[in-house]
T-cell receptor, first 115, second 111 residues
Framework: AQSVTQPDIHITVSEGASLELRCNYS??????LFWYVQSPGQGLQLLLK??????LVQGIKGFEAEFKRSQSSFNLRKPSVHWSDAAEYFC?????????????FGTGTRLTIIP | DSGVTQTPKHLITATGQRVTLRCSPR?????VYWYQQSLDQGLQFLIQ???????AKGNILERFSAQQFPDLHSELNLSSLELGDSALYFC??????????FGQGTRLTVV
């Protein structure tokens, strides 16, 4: 069964500092990997995805993530955070099965930005 | 705006009651998913429909059911509601083997 671990429940970063959110997954084959962001009271917005190919993927809002098969990781990074980045971040793994692409989510990392 | 529309945004109901949550997927998306987000369980996959047929089931209670109609909108029916069913219910839609786009969710409060 697939699973996702986000080891950091809460991270606090100063505005302008760099950010890395960790994600480890368990899946039998090459996974589909995603990062979503949820602002308070809002839905989930897709930041970026990895399906295949280049292991460094670029997303919206200046985020990027790197797929490392040897470490079963898909960490999210941003070189300089903005106050508006404060939100909850979810890593997810998806299946390849035709017509069954359910997502398994991690428990989320809450990001706080301090001035 | 993801293009996925969920109604209502908020719902308050009493224990034992039945409610229906509605989802309109993005134009052209044949797959619809329902997820439940609660403080203790996190984001849990409930059920998926593809072009009107049930495709996958997750941790969905027997008191819950869903369907997808010919116009591809979907409804999630929750019955015999309990306090523990209070949660945020998300609908998402996608094309085949593609990323899912989520609606804003329906916040259900059972009192």
């Amino acid at each position: 069964a697939q699973s996702v671990t986000q080891p950091d429940i809460h991270i606090t970063v100063s505005e302008g500092a760099s950010l890395e959110l960790r994600c480890n997954y368990s899946y039998g084959a090459t996974p589909y990997l995603f990062w979503y962001v949820q602002s308070p009271g809002q839905g989930l917005q897709l930041l970026l995805k990895y399906f295949s190919g280049d292991t460094l993927v670029q997303g919206i809002k200046g985020f990027e993530a790197e797929f490392k098969r040897s470490q079963s990781s898909f960490n999210l990074r941003k070189p300089s955070v903005h106050w508006s980045d404060a939100a909850e971040y979810f890593c997810a793994v998806g299946q390849h099965n035709f017509g069954n692409e359910k997502l398994t989510f991690g428990t989320g990392t809450r990001l706080t930005i301090i001035p | 705006d993801s293009g996925v529309t969920q109604t209502p945004k908020h719902l308050i109901t009493a224990t034992g009651q039945r409610v229906t949550l509605r989802c309109s997927p993005r134009s052209g998306d044949l797959s619809v998913y329902w997820y439940q987000q609660s403080l203790d369980q996190g984001l849990q996959f409930l059920i998926q429909y593809y072009n009107g047929e049930e495709r996958a089931k997750g941790n969905i209670l027997e008191r819950f059911s869903a369907q997808q109609f010919p116009d591809l909108h979907s409804e999630l029916n929750l019955s015999s509601l309990e306090l523990g069913d209070s949660a945020l219910y998300f609908c998402a839609s996608s094309e085949l083997r593609s990323e899912a786009f989520f609606g804003q969710g329906t916040r259900l409060t059972v009192v």
